[in-house]
């Protein structure tokens, strides 16, 4: 991971302080840059923050579990509906460049390396 280290989530003081779960990514780098894959199961698009502010990669996103009216779970394991979970981006990427999408609950993030930090060809001449 050494175009991305993991940091704490960025974002309102009031949402730092409610708990939420820490979903699970992987981080697959390549030579033209990095690609997030999170699992957020039960997350609607319309439930999901992404931003990026400076350096800092955030996710949250909050779960939606359908409880069939006038029912209630008799044990669940999972409490929380809320995900959060925040990336130090390094000078490497190109933050403006990012783009995401999401699907049955999975959620790709891609990141581009900044142009300098892609790797060039360097064409020789003979003399």
Known sequence: ??????????????????????????????????????????????????????????IEAEAVIAVPQGMEPSYAEVNLSRYRRGFTLSKELDPEKVSAELAHGVLRVRIPKAEHAQPRRITVKVG
């Open 1 to 58: 991971m050494s175009e991305l280290t993991q940091a704490q989530a960025a974002g309102t003081p009031a949402a730092r302080d409610e708990p939420a779960l820490l979903p699970p990514v992987d981080v697959v780098e390549d030579a033209t840059g990095i690609t997030l894959v999170a699992d957020l199961p039960g997350v609607p698009k319309d439930r999901l923050n992404l931003r990026v502010e400076g350096d800092q990669l955030t």
